[in-house]
């Protein structure tokens, strides 16, 4: 399959982009659960809710938050956005968002790389395993 996009359905996937984006606004949080897996399955279109899915990542209930930090690492964002958020969330009292944190920073790469510290204290201090794990994983994709 050809991997460019038709002109309509990069349109139709800038609206899809924007009522997910809406669906973060919902005072229901399985409504901005599905908001932002709906982000994260979109991809790079999605890149213009990074802003309103960092701070969803900072308020929401525990599932919301999570699916806001793997939304983050999927959508493409501008890494000065994404990974100041995305570091705040390594320190969530929830271990499944601290988890989905380091790899979503894993997924930004490189481009990510002042997350490093704050990685290697988690991959090494966490009391997750899980979290550690994803940790090293992220630290690879950074070459760390």
């Known amino acids: 399959m050809n991997r460019r996009r038709e002109p309509c ?3 139709l996937a800038i609206l899809l ?3 997910l984006q809406r669906m973060l606004d919902d005072p229901d949080p399985t409504v901005q659960t599905q908001g932002a897996i709906g982000l ?4 790079a279109e999605g890149r213009e809710a990074a802003s309103r899915l960092t701070e969803v990542l ?3 209930p525990p599932l919301v938050r999570q699916n806001a930090a793997l939304a983050l690492g999927k959508i ?3 890494p000065a ?3 100041p958020a995305l570091i705040d969330a390594l320190s969530d009292e929830e271990w499944t968002v601290r988890r989905q944190a380091a790899l ?3 997924d930004l790469g490189p481009a990510a ?3 490093v510290p704050a990685l290697q204290k988690l991959q090494r201090d966490d009391s997750q395993m899980r979290v550690r794990e994803a940790a090293r994983m992220a630290l690879g994709k950074m070459g760390k």
């Not at 994260?40 to 991809?43: I, T, Y």
């Open 113 to 115: 790389k002042d997350a």
């Open 17 to 19: 982009a924007a009522d």
């Open 81 to 83: 956005i994404a990974t």
């Open 40 to 43: 994260a399955q979109l991809g």
């Open 58 to 60: 900072k308020s929401s």
């Open 104 to 106: 979503a920073l894993g």
């Open 76 to 78: 493409d964002p501008d």
């Open 9 to 11: 359905v990069l349109a």
